[in-house]
C-alpha cells in the first residue's frame, strides 16, 4: 500500500514562497492511474483542495490560489511539490498531500499532514 | 465553484445510536460525492467513494446514499472510535470542494 510523507519547512516569512515535497512510498507517482493532490486546513477550518497533478505533468489548480501555485512532479524521486508564492499569515494550515483515483477522483491515501505557519 | 453544504455542523451521540449526516450540492453533481472522516491531529480518511461505494477496510456500519445534489452518509451503531469530524467532498467539477464539516461528538 503506497504511503505518502509530507516535508517541508515549518515556518515561512510573509511574501515568500512555501515549498512542500510530498514523497511516495511502495507505489509510482508515475502510475496513469492516479492524480496527486495538495489539501490545506487553516486552523479551525475546513478542508480546502489546492490542486493537482497526473503522471504526465498536466495540473489543475483552485482557481482561488492559482495565481500563486505551483504542483510538479519529479517521477525520479517518487515526489510530487508544492510551491505557494507571496504568502501571507492567510496561508498558515496543515498541509497534506493525497492520491486521488481514476475518474472519479477520490482521495484514498493521504499523508500525515504537515504544519506550516506563515510568520 | 460548486458550493457544498452539511447539516447539522455538530451532533452529539451515544454508542449504539444511528447517525445520519447530510450533504447538499449547489448544482448536480451525479454521484461524485465522497465522505471522509478526520480526526485531530491525524489524516482525513476515506470512507465513502462516489457517493455509496464503501472503501476497502471501512466497517459496514458506515454507507452513503444519494445522487444529483442531496446525499446522506449513515453511521448504523455509533462506535466510541467514530466520534471525529466528517466532510463530504464533490469530484464532479474541479476546483474539489468540501462541505464545512459535521462534528460528532459525545
Known amino acids: 500500500q503506497v504511503q505518502l510523507q509530507e516535508s517541508g519547512p515549518g515556518l515561512v516569512k510573509p511574501s515568500e514562497t512555501l515549498s512542500l515535497t510530498c514523497t511516495a512510498s511502495?507505489?509510482?507517482?508515475?502510475?496513469?492511474?492516479?492524480?496527486w493532490s495538495w489539501i490545506r486546513q487553516p486552523p479551525g477550518k475546513g478542508l480546502e483542495w489546492i490542486g493537482h497533478?497526473?503522471?504526465?505533468?498536466?495540473?489543475n489548480y483552485n482557481p482561488s490560489l492559482k495565481s500563486r501555485v505551483t504542483i510538479s512532479l519529479d517521477t525520479s524521486k517518487n515526489q510530487f511539490s508544492l510551491k505557494l508564492r507571496s504568502v501571507t499569515a492567510a496561508d498558515t494550515a496543515v498541509y497534506y498531500c493525497?492520491?486521488?483515483?481514476?475518474?472519479?477522483?477520490?482521495?484514498?491515501?493521504w499523508g500525515k499532514g504537515t504544519t506550516v505557519t506563515v510568520s | 465553484d460548486i458550493q457544498m453544504t452539511q447539516s447539522p455542523s455538530s451532533l452529539s451521540a451515544s454508542v449504539g445510536d444511528r447517525v445520519t449526516i447530510t450533504c447538499r450540492a449547489s448544482?448536480?453533481?451525479?454521484?461524485?460525492l465522497n465522505w471522509y472522516q478526520h480526526k485531530p491531529g491525524k489524516a482525513p480518511r476515506l470512507l465513502i467513494y462516489?457517493?455509496?461505494g464503501l472503501q476497502s477496510g471501512v466497517p459496514s456500519r458506515f454507507s452513503g446514499s444519494g445522487y444529483g445534489t442531496d446525499f446522506t452518509l449513515t453511521i448504523s451503531s455509533l462506535q466510541p472510535e467514530d466520534f471525529a469530524t466528517y466532510y463530504c467532498?464533490?469530484?464532479?467539477?474541479?476546483?474539489?470542494?468540501f462541505g464545512p464539516g459535521t462534528k460528532v461528538d459525545i
Open positions: 493525497a492520491r486521488d483515483i481514476g475518474q472519479y477522483y477520490y482521495m484514498d491515501v
Open positions: 511502495a507505489g509510482s507517482v508515475s502510475s496513469g492511474s492516479y492524480h
Open positions: 497533478v497526473y503522471y504526465t505533468g498536466s495540473t
Open positions: 448544482q448536480t453533481i451525479t454521484t461524485y
Open positions: 462516489a457517493a455509496s
Open positions: 467532498q464533490q469530484s464532479y467539477t474541479a476546483p474539489f470542494t
